[in-house]
């Protein structure tokens, strides 16, 4: 051991990466008594700060690594805060779990985020409205989804982890602002890991939870050790901001609105993503790969007079699709190269053909909550086939939105999601290698804050029975 982490012995148990997963598996393992390393190359949670949002800067600087996804609480820390206690959402972990296990985890990390100060009330449907919301859009070839969902807010979630940081500062070893270089395995099993700085650090059971910002990493790693790896369909599109008006109806009931289409022309599964009501659109670096794109959040205490969503279209070209993850990276590379951000654009310009100048979109009834977007013309950046999924798919949600397929809606792009990849995993997400674990959204298991946490509640729970047996 050297520097910093002299003082450092081996552990029992090494988690790489202090999102939802880690943190939910770090709870479990030091709570049954184990010593245990967690490591993320962010910041911790007080000094994770945006220089946009600080007012530090007014483009994104491309900080190393980016505030909003990487450091304490993860992804989940500027997080819309969207607790979503349905299973049907946020991940596969029923393919590992079943759905009756996956009930269980649901409820028991939503307690645990609620003991932890997430105490705000848990949107549902009235049935008799969300019966004549799923009416209206099945007439438009939309399917809508009912979830239930527990919205915690930004500024909320930042508090929340604070506590999470509370108890497991004090019974782990946490070390943020530390970068994970690579696994350590010998014989077929875990070893411990290497960090950037040359420190070796040992522990016979490591888990990877490093996000969607780390997937490269991840492909990186599991090339290296020569895990299996499955492609999954790329999700690439555009966020949507509406003003307020339009959504409201829907918002106040649903919170947010989940619906699934079949693009006709393409027959392309798209699907609005993330809603955020009375929100923010932001956008998100991912330093590995040096590309900004566009996400959104919702503050709890901090309202504006807009919502945004995403709307992805999912697609899988051959199979296998060789490099889901390098696909939607040249797409958000385009539309970066030409506006040297996220672009953003009024609807109405996309169909007339021409791209949105400041001017243009001064003139608009939106008014953009990212400022930083630059005016421009996302028909440069998407494939056609992905910008007439998403013009079909905003003809549709006219049906239960009335006036989202109007000329003054703004579309910010591009959104990817790079979960794009999926490691062979057991049912206890242990990969091949004895030992090492995989879990949350950088292992193509999961995609949100709820079934990210369940997932590292598996990985935990699966080292204790495996160490459990063997004693
Ligand atoms: C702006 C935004 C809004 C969102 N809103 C919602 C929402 O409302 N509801 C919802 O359910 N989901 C939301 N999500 C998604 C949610 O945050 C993620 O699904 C969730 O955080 C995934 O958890 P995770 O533990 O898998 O990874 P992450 O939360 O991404 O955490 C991974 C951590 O690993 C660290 N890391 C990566 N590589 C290394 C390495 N080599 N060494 C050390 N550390 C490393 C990263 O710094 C990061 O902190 C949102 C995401 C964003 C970006």
Known sequence: ???ELDNVGKFDFIIVGAGPAGLFAALELSRAGKSVAV?????????????????????????????IISGWGGAGAYSDGKLTLTPEFGGNLERSVG?????DLIDEVDRTFVHFGADSPVYEPDP???????????????????A??????????????????????????????????????????AKGVLLADGTLVEAPAVLLAPGREGAPWMERVASDLGLSVDSLPVDIGVRVEIPDEIANDLTEQFYEVKAIFDAPTFDDRVRTFCMCP?????????????????????????????TNFA????????????????????????????????LVQRLGDLKAGRRSTAGRIERGLVRPTLQQAEPGDLSFALPYRHLTDIL????????????????????????????????SLDKGLQTSVKGLYAAGDGAGVTRGLVQASASGLVAARDFLDTEREAS
Request: glycine share 10%; charged share 25%.
């Open 392 to 423: 079909e798919m905003l003809k549709a949600l006219n049906a239960i939105m009335p006036g989202i397929d109007g000329p003054h809606t703004l579309l910010y792009g591009v959104e990817v999601k790079f979960y794009s990849l999926r490691l």
């Open 278 to 306: 009375h929100g923010e659109v932001v956008t998100e670096y991912q330093s590995d790969s040096g590309l900004v794109i566009v996400n959104g959040h919702s503050n709890r205490d901090r309202k504006t007079q807009n």
């Open 128 to 146: 008799v409205f969300a019966a004549d919301v799923i009416r209206r859009g099945r007439a438009a070839g939309l399917q809508v989804i009912p």
């Open 39 to 67: 490591f993320d190359k962010g910041s911790p949670i007080s000094a994770r700060k945006c220089p946009i949002k600080t007012g530090a800067s007014k483009d994104c600087v491309r900080c190393h690594p980016c505030a």
């Open 148 to 189: 239930r969902i527990r919205h915690m807010g930004t500024d909320r979630a930042k508090q929340v982890l604070a506590s999470f940081y509370e108890e497991l500062g004090a019974s782990c070893e946490v070390r943020t602002r530390t970068e994970v270089q690579t696994v350590l395995v010998e014989q077929g099993r």
């Open 1 to 3: 051991m050297k520097g």
């Open 311 to 342: 709307i992805l279209v999912s697609t899988e070209f051959t199979h296998p699709f060789r490099d889901p993850n390098g696909y939607g990276g040249a797409i958000a590379r385009l539309a970066n190269m030409l506006g040297g951000t996220v």
């Open 99 to 103: 759905r009756e296990k996956l009930l």
